[in-house]
């Protein structure tokens, strides 16, 4: 079996060429095969996660300088923000030690999924673990202690749809909000932040209609956000899976075609082997293992580039397994079925 | 080692056509036997030279190695009879043309018995027979058509088979070049092995002591 195997990796040698273009075929295909399917997987997944959501969002846009009463305005989402509703702003604070703080102020009913730490207070602290040496943080000159060290990611991240990670980021979560007492009235750009980033929960219609009613003013303009399934990506999304499968299978019948060149080639030699003892099963592992080097050097090159994921080798795994087999699965008669005697004579037709 | 063959016949079938290459052939060979198969072509010889290498398949008749009917042998049983009985030479060389000669003589001892750091040893010792050994890591390739005719042989002998099949080894050469060639063979062959050669050219291959068998329309003759 060993010899079986080092003639398999001397065929490669012998077949560097066709070696070489099956590698960058495959390159090819799963970037294209990975990036295709990443980015309309997300879209799919991310329609999924619209449809399946309880709050509603809502589109903002600027279309005035300010509003008309900015105190007003507030006090007003401050009301909608009491119960089933909730937004946040991004601010820097300034620290003394460690200077600007990313800050994230939470006014609301926030959902308990949105933080693992119960919150408990009216006002909660929490600090990202790159941040735990912080015990307290002054804002508007009142002092804060730090309720807690958020470990890893918290849903949070996700919210405005940026994976960021939470380790060096404030988070104070006010829970019954009167925002005035932490957002001046001339701060337009965090009140837009405020209706931009506004969530309210979907059976809640009638938070739902006094909120539209509150935010469109001469400042802003505020509609619901549109569901994103349109008929176009619907179409897509509907075929994605057997899109997936075609692609899969043009790739396993190219690699097929490219090794069955490989084998035609060398039939000759498979021949004489097998007229000096060598049995069907090394020819086989003698092909399967021209095939397999070959494919781990390209998923290795691809982990390399990063067009392959770790946590997507099951994949790949799967998918080379199929291409092996299928393959075997026409090697197999087609050696059998050989004039072995034939083949050292004219040189072998398969 | 005795070869027994009764009532051998080989038809080779296509869609539109049955051609029957080899008929109710009977033969016997024992220890110490040397035959040469003549004919014209087509007359049946190298498929006869092939049933009894167990290269050919599909055939009607008995054959009989040893007193086991060849047919009743396993896949894996019969692999290792080609591999330690037979010794096989074609006109053709039948090398691979990118291997060195060590590559291309070793390839029975892959599937026998001979350890693999035994391997060098046994190749320089088979390439010392026919007069190679210097070029044990030269390319095929590279070498004349006697020199490859040699290389085929050591292939042919480096597992110390007790039959040699010699299917047309002289056809690409040219006269001193077959003489030598043929002198390896029945060197190797002497008393206790059996020499099957297949050929056009009789007055190159012949021997003292070698029977001649005559093929017809795959018949053997007289």
Sequence with gaps: MLNDIWLGIKDIWNEKWLALCYILFFLNMMFIVVSTTDSLYREKMEIEQQKAQDYKKFETYVIGMQPEQPEEFLKNLSDIYQKNAFSYCHVQLQAKTIGALDTYIVFGDVPKKLFEKKLEKNVSILVGSGLAQIREITVNGKKYKVDSVIKGDTEFTTLDNATEFTDNKVFIIISEPQILEWVSPENYDVMYQLVKNTQILSKDKDRETQFLRNVNTGFLDVKKEKPKDTEEIAFILKFIDPFLVIILLSCMLCTTLILNGMIKKRIREFSLHLIHGALLTDIFIRVVTFFVVILLISTGIGIFLGIIQLEELWFYALLETGIILIFAGILTPKLKRQNYSLNLRDGGVI | ?222
């Excluded at chain 2, 070049?177 to 012949?206: F, G, N, P, S």
């Design chain 2, 1 to 222: 080692m005795k070869i027994d063959l009764n009532g051998i016949t080989k038809i080779y079938k296509s869609e539109n056509m049955q051609t029957t290459a080899v008929a109710d052939v009977n033969l016997s060979m024992a220890e110490g036997d040397k035959i040469i198969i003549i004919g014209e072509s087509g007359a049946g010889k190298s498929t006869l030279l092939n049933i009894i290498g167990c290269i050919e398949r599909d055939y009607e008749g008995k054959y009989c190695l040893d007193g086991t009917e060849v047919r009743t042998l396993k896949r894996k049983k019969k692999a290792q009879i080609m591999n330690e009985v037979f010794g096989f030479v074609f006109q053709e060389y039948a090398l691979v043309e990118d291997d060195t000669v060590y590559e291309n003589v070793k390839i029975p001892l892959l599937y026998g018995e001979v350890r693999k750091s035994d391997y060098r040893a046994r190749v320089k010792e088979v390439l010392e027979k026919v007069q190679l050994e210097q070029y044990i890591d030269k390319k095929v390739s590279e070498m004349s058509g006697g020199q490859r005719q040699r290389v085929a042989i050591a292939r042919a002998l480096v597992n110390r088979p007790s039959i040699i099949l010699a299917d047309e080894p002289t056809g690409a050469l040219d006269k001193k070049t077959a003489e030598e060639v043929m002198d390896i063979l029945y060197e190797y062959a002497d008393e206790k092995r059996i020499l099957a050669i297949v050929t056009h050219d009789l007055q190159r291959v012949k021997r003292e002591g070698a029977k001649v068998i005559k093929m017809e329309h795959g018949k053997i003759q007289g």
